[in-house]
């Protein structure tokens, strides 16, 4: 179709605008500045290994328990990789149990409930994922849904937004069914739910934080609550900006404050997937805020700092050779050009992941109740 002269200016800047949505939506940009910032106006911390800190270090059986699913049904996987590929190898991982894993039907047919990160439904239309977790899932005996938090709004507005979701579920187990999973911002909402709404833990048997931003970025540090807005331009985006916006919900001053301030919700088990790629499973169009938070540390995912995707206090699960995108969004089966291109390191056995991110939890829930 042909534009007259006017309309092709326009058409280029809302191109312009969507080019620059997707940069916006889909990284948190740093600019020159410090991104951890001196100041006295900060929460005493320190840092120790996870495995230290109450935790449990579970490595060993979630990658027997990965590996074998991988190897149960190679060439139906999706993205497929070698197991070796599809995990960081830490030097002081625990050598396998050898037990067995078991891979027939769910003994306990666990709900995952998928909590977004930022800006999800400014760019879920333009995603168009597929239900190919659930579908696998379900084929099981597990179950997953995805729920529709406001990706721009603060955690605060999501902590409720969760409540009023979960507890309109219908709920006939006897036992705790629910396995919350909250992907980078996610897993921050789901953390202020629990601790805010109590009327939601009985129903709740596992938290999982997936590359979650439990600790905040530094690269939050330098941005505008404005950079996020354009978001809202993103083709297909049905997300609106809030007054309590996301972002301060991200810097890190913020959440170890919450940190320092609320204890894990007790009779709830938590586990911690850490993201931690090789830089060259890194993809192109993330690099450049990859190289940003390398200036704090090189052990990032091009969003979060490795140590930052901790929940205190929760069971080490694992360390995954993927980037903060390839864990959660399958840009590229929708967008072979993107794949191929600026999102070249997307492909990842995703089904694979959560299949064995349930298993694990199944394993301990049924040992506690033997």
């Given at each position: 179709m042909?534009?007259?002269?006017?309309?092709?200016?326009?058409?280029?800047?809302?191109?312009?605008?969507?080019?620059?949505?997707?940069?916006?939506?889909?990284?948190?940009?740093?600019?020159?500045?410090?991104l951890?910032?001196?100041?006295?106006a900060?929460?005493?911390?320190m840092?120790v290994?996870?495995?230290?800190?109450?935790?449990?270090?579970?490595?060993?059986?979630?990658?027997?328990?990965?590996?074998?699913?991988?190897?149960?049904?190679?060439?139906?996987v999706p993205?497929y990789?070698?197991c070796?590929?599809a995990?960081?190898?830490?030097?002081?991982?625990?050598?396998?149990?050898g037990?067995?894993?078991?891979?027939?039907?769910?003994?306990?047919?666990?709900?995952?409930?998928?909590?977004?990160?930022?800006?999800?439904?400014?760019?879920?239309?333009?995603?168009?994922?597929q239900?190919?977790?659930?579908a696998?899932?379900?084929a099981?005996?597990?179950?997953?849904?995805?729920?529709?938090?406001?990706?721009?709004?603060?955690?605060?507005?999501?902590?409720?937004?969760?409540?009023?979701?979960?507890?309109?579920?219908?709920?006939?187990?006897?036992?705790?069914?629910?396995?919350?999973?909250?992907?980078?911002?996610?897993?921050?909402?789901?953390?202020e739910?629990?601790?805010?709404?109590?009327?939601l833990?009985?129903?709740?048997?596992?938290?999982?934080?997936?590359?979650?931003?439990?600790?905040?970025?530094?690269?939050?540090?330098?941005?505008?609550?404005?950079?996020?807005?354009?978001?809202?331009?993103f083709?297909?985006?049905?997300?609106?900006?809030?007054?309590?916006?996301?972002?301060?919900?991200?810097?890190?001053?913020?959440?170890?404050?919450?940190l320092?301030?609320?204890?894990?919700?007790?009779g709830?088990?938590?586990?911690s997937?850490?993201?931690?790629p090789?830089?060259?499973?890194?993809?192109?169009l993330?690099?450049?805020?990859?190289?940003?938070?390398?200036?704090v540390?090189?052990?990032?995912?091009?969003?979060?700092?490795?140590?930052?995707?901790?929940?205190?206090?929760?069971?080490?699960?694992?360390?995954l050779?993927?980037?903060?995108?390839?864990?959660?969004?399958?840009?590229?089966?929708?967008?072979?050009?993107a794949?191929?291109?600026?999102?070249?390191?997307?492909?990842?056995?995703?089904e694979a992941?959560?299949?064995?991110v349930?298993?694990?939890?199944?394993?301990?829930?049924?040992?506690?109740?033997?």
């Amino acid at each position: 179709m042909h534009l007259p002269r006017g309309a092709r200016t326009i058409h280029r800047r809302a191109a312009c605008r969507g080019r620059a949505a997707l940069l916006a939506a889909l990284s948190l940009a740093g600019c020159a500045a410090p991104l951890q910032p001196w100041n006295t106006a900060t929460t005493p911390q320190m840092r120790v290994p996870a495995i230290q800190h109450q935790g449990q270090d579970r490595r060993a059986r979630f990658r027997e328990i990965l590996c074998a699913v991988l190897a149960a049904d190679r060439d139906g996987v999706p993205d497929y990789r070698p197991c070796d590929d599809a995990l960081t190898r830490l030097g002081d991982e625990p050598a396998a149990s050898g037990a067995p894993v078991r891979l027939g039907p769910a003994r306990r047919p666990l709900k995952a409930v998928f909590v977004p990160g930022l800006g999800w439904d400014c760019f879920a239309q333009w995603l168009n994922a597929q239900d190919s977790i659930p579908a696998h899932l379900r084929a099981i005996g597990y179950d997953m849904q995805t729920l529709a938090i406001e990706g721009l709004a603060g955690s605060a507005h999501n902590a409720r937004r969760i409540r009023d979701l979960i507890i309109a579920m219908p709920h006939a187990a006897t036992t705790p069914d629910l396995v919350l999973i909250g992907y980078s911002k996610g897993a921050v909402d789901t953390l202020e739910a629990l601790a805010e709404y109590p009327e939601l833990r009985p129903r709740i048997a596992a938290v999982v934080s997936v590359a979650g931003a439990v600790g905040g970025s530094p690269l939050a540090n330098t941005m505008r609550e404005a950079q996020l807005d354009l978001m809202r331009y993103f083709p297909g985006a049905t997300c609106r900006n809030y007054p309590d916006g996301a972002l301060a919900d991200l810097r890190p001053d913020a959440r170890q404050a919450w940190l320092a301030s609320h204890a894990l919700v007790p009779g709830v088990r938590y586990y911690s997937l850490i993201t931690y790629p090789e830089p060259a499973r890194i993809s192109g169009l993330l690099q450049g805020s990859y190289r940003k938070l390398a200036r704090v540390d090189a052990r990032n995912d091009s969003q979060l700092i490795f140590y930052d995707q901790f929940i205190p206090g929760s069971a080490l699960m694992a360390y995954l050779n993927a980037d903060h995108w390839a864990v959660a969004l399958p840009i590229a089966r929708g967008h072979a050009l993107a794949g191929a291109t600026l999102i070249e390191q997307n492909a990842y056995p995703r089904e694979a992941l959560y299949e064995s991110v349930l298993r694990l939890i199944e394993e301990d829930l049924l040992l506690d109740t033997e």
